[in-house]
Each structure stands twice: as structure tokens, then as C-alpha cells.
């Protein structure tokens, strides 16, 4: 594998030949930011959300713990329902973010993969 890196010419386009020179130049792309971005609206907010709702359960599991004893349906209480709960979220989030990526971000992802692979792969650089 060779380390040196070949620049981009005047016009920002990345050089033929060199993939790792290529996704160098890739990083300062503007669409490539905007995928980063994207990705980082959606992870961020979901992550603190899901970490305070566990927060939550757990907090109350410690302090709360007569509410969280109290029977809602038969022997289930607050907290199993609670404890189920998490569960379904983490289900949720997963099925949003599969949406979420398949919408927003795979679209640019591939676009930006096509044109950072496309020189390499017709010439013959893709033996996989």
C-alpha cells in the first residue's frame, strides 16, 4: 500500500488512482459533511433521550421505590412495565434510525461511495 498522497486538483476533484488520497479529499466534501451532520442529528438526541429515560428507571428503581412497587395490571408493576418499556424503546429507536438511514443517509452515502470507488473499480482495483 503506498502512503503518499496525491492532492486534488484545481477543481476539488479527487485524483484518479489513489483511494486513500481520494477519501481524504472525500472529508472536506460538502455533501459529506452534510451526511455527517445529518447522522449526527439524529444519534445525538436519540442517544441523550434513551440515556435519560434509562436514567429514569433507574433513579426511580432507587428512590421511588413504592411507586415503582405498584400494581398496575395483576403482578405486573410499575417497574417490570418499566423494564419492558426499555426494551420496546431500544426496539423503536433501532427501527426509526432503519428508516431514518434509508431515507436520509443512504441515499448521499451511496452517491458519495459510487463517486469515491468509481475510478478505482473500473480500473480493476476491486479484486475482492
Given at each position: 500500500m503506498s502512503t503518499?498522497?496525491?492532492?486534488?486538483?484545481?477543481?476539488?476533484?479527487?485524483?484518479?488512482?489513489d483511494l486513500e488520497a481520494r477519501s481524504?479529499?472525500?472529508h472536506d466534501d460538502p455533501r459529506f459533511?452534510?451526511?455527517?451532520?445529518r447522522l449526527l442529528r439524529f444519534v445525538?438526541?436519540?442517544?441523550?433521550?434513551?440515556?435519560v429515560w434509562y436514567l429514569l428507571y433507574v433513579v426511580m428503581s432507587v428512590y421511588a421505590r413504592d411507586f415503582m412497587a405498584t400494581?398496575?395490571?395483576?403482578?405486573a408493576?410499575?417497574?417490570?412495565?418499566f423494564g419492558v418499556l426499555q426494551?420496546?424503546?431500544?426496539?423503536?429507536?433501532?427501527i426509526l434510525y432503519s428508516r431514518f438511514a434509508g431515507r436520509r443517509l443512504d441515499p448521499l452515502a451511496d452517491e458519495l461511495r459510487?463517486?469515491?470507488?468509481?475510478?478505482?473499480?473500473?480500473?480493476?482495483?476491486?479484486?475482492?
Amino acid at each position: 500500500m503506498s502512503t503518499t498522497h496525491k492532492s486534488s486538483d484545481a477543481s476539488g476533484t479527487p485524483p484518479d488512482g489513489d483511494l486513500e488520497a481520494r477519501s481524504v479529499v472525500m472529508h472536506d466534501d460538502p455533501r459529506f459533511r452534510e451526511l455527517r451532520g445529518r447522522l449526527l442529528r439524529f444519534v445525538v438526541p436519540m442517544s441523550i433521550g434513551f440515556f435519560v429515560w434509562y436514567l429514569l428507571y433507574v433513579v426511580m428503581s432507587v428512590y421511588a421505590r413504592d411507586f415503582m412497587a405498584t400494581d398496575v395490571v395483576g403482578d405486573a408493576n410499575v417497574a417490570l412495565i418499566f423494564g419492558v418499556l426499555q426494551f420496546v424503546t431500544t426496539f423503536g429507536i433501532a427501527i426509526l434510525y432503519s428508516r431514518f438511514a434509508g431515507r436520509r443517509l443512504d441515499p448521499l452515502a451511496d452517491e458519495l461511495r459510487t463517486e469515491l470507488e468509481g475510478p478505482a473499480r473500473s480500473e480493476g482495483g476491486d479484486t475482492a
